[in-house]
């Protein structure tokens, strides 16, 4: 066993508003392990000569977000495939001869948050409907793929942005206006906000509900607040809502098991970490 302790940490700017460092906090107290994890501020300009420098201090790995998350790709040694697909990297791995992995967890963290707040959610079951086209609907859009869902229905403000998803993605990517969102959700078994509508601080989320199945499952990646007006009405539909909080903490999970070496569980205790702050 090695003497020296693992460190890890999040970087991008700002960060002080991060709740990762709570998180992997609470796990490394949890499972009684050595490590430290600790949030960097770190400047466009700065980011190649940090990112070259923290292996050599002892960083087993960092978490990547804005605005560095698309830059990275081009700083790192090697980039996990789906990493290079949806264009963007979230978690680093340094590996003992200093060399940088960059790797992409935000798809594996919303399958896993769905599969555990709808445990009976079949991708085979019907198309699905996402809002957005931003990163995170890339993310979204690629894990849907990767579970075999037959056709993603996208809508987006700015429609050249959803013509590039499916430019990248391919036939089963069908593009429909944003004045049609509410007529694309007819039908649809899986129904996902990747927007930032809804949001504390943003613009209300107004897309009609209408014609959503009371049967279909559905997620916002909004947390704040953690029961969306979204969310709010697909329940009061019928259909089973899951929060955007559990995407954090599963995205999460991956990166840590390789830091520290060990899966955390995301539970109730981890969701309560980040609930009272």
């Not at 560095?68 to 990493?83: G, P």
Request: proline share 6%; aromatic share 6%.
């Amino acid at each position: 066993m090695s003497d020296r302790i693992p460190l890890a940490g999040v970087i991008g700017s700002p960060i002080a508003h991060s709740k990762s460092p709570l998180l992997h906090r609470h796990w490394l107290e949890r499972y009684g392990l050595r490590g430290f994890y600790v949030p960097m501020d770190v400047a466009h300009a700065d980011l190649k000569q940090v990112l070259e420098a923290l292996p050599r201090m002892g960083f087993v790995g960092v978490n990547v977000t804005i605005p560095h998350k698309e830059t990275i790709l081009s700083l790192a040694d090697s980039v996990s495939d789906r990493a290079a697909l949806i264009g963007s990297a979230n978690t680093l791995i340094f590996r003992a001869d200093g060399k940088v992995y960059a790797d992409n967890t935000d798809g594996i963290g919303f399958i896993e948050n769905l599969r555990q707040g709808a445990p009976g959610w079949d991708p085979t079951s019907g198309p699905a409907a996402v809002l957005g086209a931003g990163g995170a609907a890339r993310a979204v859009v690629a894990a849907l793929s990767e579970q075999g869902v037959r056709e993603i229905r996208v809508s987006n403000r700015t429609r050249s942005r959803a013509e590039a998803l499916r430019a990248e993605f391919g036939p089963k990517i069908v593009i429909h206006d944003w004045v049609q969102a509410g007529a694309m959700i007819d039908g649809a078994a899986t129904v996902v906000n990747t927007t930032s509508l809804g949001m504390v601080g943003k613009a209300e989320f107004k897309v009609p509900l209408d014609a959503l199945s009371p049967d279909a499952v559905v997620s916002d990646l909004v947390y704040v607040p953690l029961e969306t007006p979204f969310l709010r009405e697909a329940r009061a539909r019928g259909c089973v809502a899951v929060d955007g909080l559990g995407m954090l903490l599963h995205q999460a999970a991956p990166g840590f098991e390789r830091w520290f070496g060990r899966r955390p569980e995301v539970d109730e205790a981890a969701r309560a970490v980040l609930l009272e702050q």
